[in-house]
């Protein structure tokens, strides 16, 4: 494929094969940057599925680098801009699946606690609240287990209540039981 793009097409199939080469390099990152996400959130079937495109990808991408780089040290030039270029779009693309779930405690005063615990429940989130002690005044903590896509309301729903409240998102690995907003699937 790559000779005859190259032999066809003279210095124009030297051109689209440096293309190729970057354009197929930010497909393969992207793929394996998404792939190890699913991994470690624990969507395994769909993780080996990307794995399949990706070495395919790799194999032939690094094939033709690798046996042509003296030949044309573009190919090599395009290689690495099409990693770098690949593993940003990959971190874009996750961050727009928001694969996961978070825990969003929030710290506030009593009064405001109550209002944006309702609030949220209000919207259909489960809210555990608990009585705390701060520095100086009494606190209340609210913490609420959500799906990454779509926590923003969450914390949109706090600021509006009270601006001045602490707001804490951690990844969750594992849960079970409890009440969580019903999530889609995605091969899980």
Excluded: H
């Excluded at 009593?110 to 609240?129: D, P």
């Amino acid at each position: 494929m790559w000779n005859a793009l190259e032999n066809n097409l003279g210095n124009w199939g030297i051109f689209l094969a440096i293309l190729i080469i970057f354009v197929a390099k930010i497909v393969e990152v992207t793929i394996g940057t998404l792939r190890q996400i699913l991994v470690v959130k624990g969507y395994r079937t769909l993780a080996v599925l990307l794995a399949l495109i990706e070495i395919f990808l790799w194999v032939f991408i690094a094939s033709k680098v690798i046996n042509d780089l003296s030949v044309n040290v573009f190919y090599g030039i395009s290689y690495g801009l099409g990693f770098a270029a690949g593993v940003y779009f990959g971190s874009i693309i996750e961050q727009k699946l928001a694969f996961g779930m978070l825990l969003v405690q929030t710290i506030t005063t009593e009064k405001k606690g109550i209002e944006i615990a309702n609030a949220l429940r209000e919207k259909g989130y489960g809210v555990t609240t608990v009585d705390a002690k701060g520095k100086v005044d009494s606190r209340k903590i609210l913490m609420v287990y959500a799906n990454r896509r779509g926590s923003q309301e969450i914390v949109e729903q706090v600021m509006l209540i009270d601006p001045t409240a602490m707001i804490v998102t951690n990844d969750v690995g594992t849960l079970s039981g409890g009440y969580i907003r019903i999530k889609k699937s995605l091969l899980k």
